[in-house]
Structure formats: C-alpha cells, structure tokens
C-alpha cells in the first residue's frame, strides 16, 4: 500500500535530498504567489502564504538539523494540497491569477513517491478542480474544469515519471561514489599490506642477492594491490649498485642479458641528478637519456623514476624503474617507489654489515689457524 511503498523509498533515498528539493520548490512558489498577489490585496488573502511560509520554514530547520516527524513526507503533501486547494478557492479558480497553484502538490508528490505520488496529488487537485467548477464555487465552466482535470492528471503522470528516472539517476550515482569509496578503501588496505609485508620481507633475509630481489618483485604488486595473481604489468626495473666508481647491474626484471652487461659511470642524465641530489627524479623522455638511451629494455619506454639509495652521504646506489605509459608514476606510486627504496637501503645495510661480520670471521680463522 503507499505506507509501504513510502518505507521502501525511504530506504534507497539519499538522505533528506527530496526534502530539500520540495523545501525549494515551496520557496520558489511563495515567492512567484507573493508577487502575484501582493497588489490590492486584504491581509486575510495573505494569511495562506503566511501560514505556508512558517511551515516551511519549520521543514527547513528540521532538514538542516536532520530531523524528521512521523510521516514526514506524508504531512508535507497534505499541506501542499490543503494550500493549493484554499489558494485555488480564494482566487477565482481555473481564471484566478494563481490557476498554476496546483502544480505545487503534484511537484511535491512526485518529489516523495515518484509516480504514485504524483498520481495522487494530481487526483485531488483534480478532483477540486471539477468539484469546483461543477457546484459553481469558483469561476469557471463544467467543460473546463474536466480540461483542466485531464491535464493535471497527465502533469502527475509526468512529473512522477521525471522524478522516478531522477531519483534512479541519483540512485546510480550514490551506489557508484560507494562502490569507488569501497574500492578505495580496500585498495588502501592492501597498499598498507604490502608495505607490511615489504618491510617484513627485506628485514627477514640476510642474503644481499635476495633482498635485490624482493625490492623489484615488491615493486610491482605494492603499486598494483587490487591485481589479479596472475597480473603482469610492463614495469621494467633495475637495481644499479656502485662497485668502485662503476654502477653495476645487480639485479633487473625485462633487461636483457646485454642490458645486464652494461657498466654507468652515473655521472649524468637522471642517474647522475638523482645521485647528484640524493632526491628521486622524475622524466618523460628517457629515451633522449645520455647514459640510459642505450638500454634495450628501454626503448620502448617514456616514463621514468630513479630512486637513490642513499643513507647519510654514502651512496649505494639506485633503483630504476621505467614504464611506456608517461603517466604511470603518480604521486602515490612515486611515494611507494620511494618507500621500496628505503627500506631496501636498510636492508641493504644489514646485508653488508652481516657480510662483513662473515668475511671478518673467516679472516680471525684464518689468522689463528
């Protein structure tokens, strides 16, 4: 029935969204109806715009402070009509001024309960039409009256149907800005779990070649949590390491075994600025690099991001990372990239300190032996 027709609406509406377009559509009525009746006018012909205003007024202050009475919608409509029916009376009826007044109801209907809303106020104002018209209470023919009844009824025909392909719009809209919300969220949740297991990964080895890498297989699925198992993304990558004066290839996903033969002095172009800077760098053009442009996993490249692994003023190296896609490194893909190389310095640190503990063991034995 329409109590509970009203009840599933309410539980798909957004909240309170069809009460701030009735309260509107209200204002915009008070103010054409005080225009249009404010000349030579007693003041107890005002006294329904009065009434109506305070009313409104009242559901205004209610909406901002999300309060709602029982049957809210429900009472809203029946003042609605009750207005537009004592308006309707005291001007003349279907040749008064005001004759448009009924729109107001069939709007409000349409606003709340879509089709059956509207159907219903257009009935009453239709029927008040012909009653009118028929016991000579306003001004007005037999014949005209049923017009004008005829055409309220399709205005709630129309109005309804425009409100419900409204309200399905807004409809689909909420559910796609949750679903994105939802998305978001759980894309942040599993960013956060692979930080996790990032960091629990580099610090659990010992092994220098085993914590390059974990930093390069890391890469990709921190910067792709919502990916399938079976993702595969372009991402090409490299960890350079200095070996004297030299950086070396020591670890790269997509190189070639002669792009892994090849010895940078880092001395210039975005390796050379980002060990210059000690701060990542960021380029489109990584094909006009000096040093990088010969690099054939490279070549079909745009984008490119060198992260330093550095601590303090020691330079260990850096780690590359370059895509075809120009756009591919936003600002939360960089933040991540930059957190991979932290953690991989660190770990990279404990390597080298573990290895150097070794080597100074075997040295101690070899002494005493």
Not at 258 to 281: H, S, W
Request: charged share 20%; hydrophobic share 50%; net charge negative.
């Amino acid at each position: 029935n329409f109590f509970e027709y009203h009840k599933v609406m309410r539980k798909f509406d957004s909240p309170y969204i069809a009460d701030w377009f009735a309260i509107s559509l209200r204002w915009m009525t008070l103010f054409a109806l005080t225009v249009a009746l404010s000349k030579d006018r007693e003041l107890i012909s005002l006294l329904p715009l009065f009434v109506l205003t305070l009313a409104n007024l009242a559901w205004s202050v209610m909406a901002g402070l999300n309060i709602r009475l029982t049957y809210h919608r429900h009472l809203a409509i029946l003042v609605d009509i009750i207005f537009a029916i004592l308006i309707f009376l005291l001007e003349k009826g279907l040749t008064g001024a005001v004759s448009w007044i009924g729109i107001l109801p069939i709007l409000s209907g349409a606003i709340y309960f879509e089709v059956l809303g509207g159907v219903l106020a257009a009935s009453v104002m239709a029927i008040t039409a012909l009653s009118f018209s028929y016991f000579g209470m306003s001004a007005g023919s037999l014949p005209a009256g049923a017009i004008a009844a005829v055409i309220t009824l399709a205005l709630g025909l129309l109005f309804g149907f425009l409100s419900n392909q409204l309200i399905k719009s807004l409809r689909r809209m909420r559910e796609e800005q949750e679903k994105t919300e939802k998305k978001r969220q759980w894309v942040e949740n599993e960013r956060l779990r692979a930080i996790y297991e990032l960091t629990t990964t580099l610090n659990a080895t010992l092994s220098y070649k085993r914590v390059l890498e974990n930093a390069l297989d890391l890469s990709v699925r921190a910067m792709h949590p919502d990916a399938d198992e079976d993702f595969n993304d372009q991402l090409v990558s490299a960890v350079l390491l200095f070996v004297g004066n030299e950086l070396i290839v020591k670890s790269a996903r997509r190189f070639t075994t002669a792009d892994q033969r090849r010895v940078f002095t880092g001395a210039e172009g975005i390796l050379g600025n980002a060990i210059e800077e000690g701060e990542p760098v960021l380029t489109q053009n990584i094909g006009y690099d000096p040093e990088l442009s010969g690099v054939i996993a490279l070549r079909s490249c745009t984008a490119s991001y060198c992260v330093p692994l550095r601590t303090g003023f020691n330079v260990y190296g850096v780690l590359l990372f370059a895509h075809p896609d120009p756009n591919y490194f936003t600002a939360e893909r960089r933040e991540m990239l930059e957190l991979i190389g932290r953690q991989s310095v660190i770990a990279i640190q404990n390597a080298r300190l573990y290895q150097d503990l070794v080597e100074e063991k075997e040295r101690m034995i070899e002494v005493q032996e």
